[in-house]
């Protein structure tokens, strides 16, 4: 029996109305929740995900505060904006889109982000917080992935969940949220220095496929039955596209799709989901200005 397509995308639909109506109800209080979004160059891939970014929130009713820079802009230069974003009221949420230019040292600037405006979750006293337990904001993207679990209704309580890749965006601070009581997996990671990753792969109740290579899990290393969340978004080559390439996952979906129970899609699977939590972020953000 062929997996569950899980719809990442209506999904994600389902969040932004809650994040708009959320706007709605700090409208009445006089607080329109506000975003900075800093883009640093003319990176294609950047651009488009922050225009992506900024029409989410202008539909959610929020405000997209658009700080575009060339890409030969002074790294202190950076900072004074970051250090005025800091102090603006009116401003509760401040993403950096990375990468960054070369010149720029990205780890100084992530630190320079107020905490409290670090709707992306990538502030250290961020991933302290989550680490122990302590509100904070957690990362969008492993976020994303725990709110298609739990709509999905796919048991995590006593499951083994394998988790390919090791980035501080995906890999670990997912690793941290399911060891938490709510979750309460029994987490592996695999990395580049895994020896036979397909071992591991195999075992999982729950795999999720962060590693940034094209097809690296084949139908044959998924335990049938499994649930599997393919974060991979790789271009490749496709002459049949007007583009010159086609995306795909770290999935060979098409082969997949038979072995799993749950599966998401590349596109329209985790990606949107990164968005919304982004959206749900910040209206978090503008609503702790209340309690201020």
Known sequence: MAATIIDGFAIAQEVRADAANRTLKLAAQGIQPCLAVVLVGTDPASISYVTGKEKALTEAGMISKDIRLPADTDENQLLEIISE????????????????????????????????????????????????????????????????????????????????????????????????????ATVT????????????TKQADILIAA?????????????PGAAV?????????????????????????????????YITPVPRGVGPMTIAMLLQNTVEAAEQTLQQ
């Open 211 to 223: 590693a940034g290579t094209p097809k690296i899990i084949s139908a044959d290393m998924i335990k």
């Open 85 to 184: 974003l800091n102090t603006n009221p009116s401003v509760h949420g401040i993403l950096v889109q990375l990468p960054l230019p070369k010149h720029i040292d990205a780890d100084k600037i992530l630190l320079a982000i107020d905490p409290q405006k670090d709707v992306d979750g990538f502030h250290p006293v961020n991933v302290g917080n989550m680490m122990i337990g302590r509100r904070s904001y957690l990362p969008c993207t492993p976020n994303g992935i725990l709110y298609l679990l739990k709509r999905m209704q796919i048991q995590t309580n006593g499951k083994h969940a394998v988790i390919v890749g090791r980035s501080n965006i995906v890999g670990k601070p997912l690793a941290v949220l399911l060891t938490r009581k709510e979750y309460n």
């Open 189 to 200: 990671i695999c990395h580049t220095g895994t020896q036979n990753i397909a071992s591991y």
């Open 229 to 261: 969340i393919d974060v991979g978004v790789n271009r490749i080559p496709d002459a049949s596209k007007k583009s010159g390439f086609r995306l795909c996952g770290d999935v060979d979906f098409e082969a997949a799709i038979s072995v799993a129970s």
